[in-house]
């Protein structure tokens, strides 16, 4: 492996750990606020959990 390739298998390896620690700190959040204040999020992840959460709840009932 070159070290150009090192430098890329690097950089996504970063990219991963950073996308799973802010998942978490997201869901986390997400588990304590109301579902509107969610959906009125800037927050593209929020917004997303929010919206699986209500048509999952309506899905369900």
């Known amino acids: 492996m070159d070290k150009s390739e090192k430098s890329k298998e690097h950089a996504k390896e970063l990219l991963s750990t950073q ?3 802010n998942f978490i700190v ?6 304590t606020i109301f ?3 969610s959906l009125e999020s800037n927050d593209i992840l929020m917004n997303i959990l929010a919206w699986v959460d209500k048509k999952m709840r309506k899905s369900r009932f």
Do not use: E, G
Not at 26 to 31: E, G, I, P, R, T
């Open 35 to 37: 579902i509107k204040k």
């Open 19 to 21: 996308f799973a620690s």
């Open 26 to 31: 997201v869901a986390n959040k997400f588990l």
